[in-house]
Nanobody, 123 residues
Framework: QVHLVESGGGLVQTGGSLRLSCDSFGSTRSIDTMGWYRQIPGTQRELFATVTRGGRTNYADSVNGRFTVYRDNNKNTVFLQMNNVKPEDSGVYCC?????????????????WGQGTQVTVSS
């Protein structure tokens, strides 16, 4: 199992910056993709940014160059640098990790979620 712990959220004014961090614990050896999703009403989440172990990134259109996702593979920690934040960026950001293992021709996978960290951008 993998346990994810987010930090770095808080209250920030429009145009300010935050850096979210997500530390992973447990069976982290097989973690591949890590990323950040924003919780929306109900159980749905919207993708903001992901990064694979190999460094491939994926960003939501709303980021528009303001956010950067990066990771420390040795510590299995993923970061989201948020610059020039806007009120519409507010929400609960959840860390996600996907573990992959097994033979390359028949891999297995498992997904994990953190509890989330609140980001509030004041106008």
């Amino acid at each position: 199992q993998v346990h994810l712990v987010e930090s770095g959220g808080g209250l920030v004014q429009t145009g300010g910056s935050l850096r979210l961090s997500c530390d992973s614990f447990g069976s982290t050896r097989s973690i591949d993709t890590m990323g950040w999703y924003r919780q929306i009403p109900g159980t749905q989440r919207e993708l903001f940014a992901t990064v694979t172990r190999g460094g491939r990134t994926n960003y939501a259109d709303s980021v528009n160059g303001r956010f950067t996702v990066y990771r420390d593979n040795n510590k299995n920690t993923v970061f989201l640098q948020m610059n020039n934040v806007k009120p519409e960026d507010s929400g609960v950001y959840c860390c996600n990790a996907v573990s992959r293992w097994g033979p390359i021709e028949a891999p297995q996978s498992r997904e994990y979620w953190g509890q989330g960290t609140q980001v509030t951008v004041s106008s």
